[in-house]
């Protein structure tokens, strides 16, 4: 047992639970009715601090420290230039759905994505298709965030899998049970700035052992020249590398667990400032990790697992101590995006499904208490997925996320924006877009056209969209006041039906 480097570790996951313990005492002072939202949303409150790093933290997950090195590790620079679509990320989520989103769901007091779409579209289908999504393809896109969390503690203890991936599950599920939307704000501030040094203080580090970029390109040119040239091993074609472009940067801000933090800011002022600082956060993190990949093969060239190119060169390289210190930034990454994911697929369940339509009379305090126990079984669920982990984390990483995009970003966006947006456009084109990208990513990758699955999906699910909301009925003129009007007018839109009062 590496000690030098685990003590670190275990300081900082000491450090999460007392931030949980405080944000789980700051929930039971609140009062009764207001319980279950500070438990998805934390009470609206987050500055532009806790807002940039909640999302960059999020957003940056397994995939980007440990998938993201592994691949391009095996498959070269390639990798690094789809990857940096992500940067603009934090922009575009809170740009195009955050502004809009945080409006509109102070008015009509949704907690969630899927609150969004009830109220835009008013269709149980919707919510139901919706529902799925979220939980099928974010309990997807978790498992690999537990493999690589795992992994990562793997190559720094040298202790079993199967052990260090419980104690993983464990703290997880304990300091999101109890914590909730804002103990995951809180340590996403420290993740983040643990990120940010450790992208800064590795990259340096390496970079100084192998003696510049120089001898890192030397090596790989006589050993794998392939690496460094397109398409490359990944196979980046100009379509392929505008395809990751959707994926990677267009639409990714739609991600359930992102939009619900872009719903959370406190004022404009906090929004604007995130808006500007969040890129070039991202840019530092995502280029420092990503570049790692091919310092990894200059220190070990002869790696099986490329998810294990990164976490074993640091330790070979690095003193104990300092490892111990570094390995915080990549097992942050996949902490505060695992949690993340746990409240919106345990809110999805809890509110969008059970209160709903299961029982609406519910009260707020044992809401609140579904809700914790929601998210605890959730992470005994992915605890045992992850027991059989894959090969390379990002490409699991990337299924799930193009499977949430497809499904997610049409509902949204024109939802938000476009007035003849109805159920049976939103309906069709989830539809639709989430059975199309499920046949082409499995069965029948020729339908892709040469791209990856995300754009001949996207396209499907357009088509259809439009398609309904031309065929369909237009939207109520009540929704269309909910969304556009303002708050006297829905305030008189609430008065008109209520009991005793003319319709």
Known sequence: MRWGVLIPILLYAVV???????????????????????????GRSLGWLLLMFTLLASGASAGTFIGGPGLVYGEGYGWILVSIFQVPTAFIALAVLGKKFAIVGRKLGALSIVDMLRHRYESPAVVIVSSLGIVVFLTAYMVPQFVGGTRLLEAATGADYTVLLVGLAVLIAIYTTFGGFLADAMSDVLQGLIMLAGAVVVWVALLAAAGGMG????????????????????????????????QLGLMFGVLPHLAVRAMSYRDSKSVHTAMKVGPLVMTVITLGFLTMGLMARYFQPDMEVGDLALPTTIIEVLP????????????????????????????????????????????????????????????????????????????????????????????????????????????????????????????????????????????????LFLLGSYLGPPPRREVLVKFWGTQAEIDRLGEAVRPGRPG
């Open 16 to 42: 999460l639970l007392v931030i949980a313990w405080w944000s789980y005492r700051r929930r039971q002072a609140v009062a009764e009715g207001q319980r279950t939202e500070h438990f998805y949303m934390g």
């Open 215 to 246: 001898p890192v390109n030397d090596q790989v040119m006589s050993t794998a020249p392939e690496l460094l040239t397109l398409p490359g091993p990944g196979g980046f074609t100009p379509q392929m590398i505008a395809s990751y472009s959707l």
């Open 320 to 463: 104990s101590g300092v490892a111990g210190v570094l390995f915080a930034a990549p097992l942050a990454a996949v902490m505060s995006t695992v949690d993340a994911m746990i409240l919106v697929v345990s809110g999805t369940i809890v509110r969008d499904l059970y209160v709903a339509y299961v029982n609406p009379r519910v009260s707020d305090r044992h809401t609140s208490l579904l809700a914790s126990g929601t998210s605890l079984a959730l992470s005994a669920v992915v605890l045992v997925l992850a027991l059989d982990p894959p090969d390379y984390l990002e490409l699991l990483v990337i299924y799930a996320i193009g499977g949430l995009e497809v499904a997610f970003f049409f509902p949204l966006v024109l939802g938000l924006y476009w007035k003849r947006a109805n159920a049976l456009g939103a309906g069709l084109g989830m539809a639709g877009g989430m059975v199309w990208y499920t046949v082409v990513n499995n069965w029948a990758p020729q339908l892709a056209l040469g791209m990856f699955p995300i754009a001949t999906s996207s396209a499907v699910a357009l088509a």
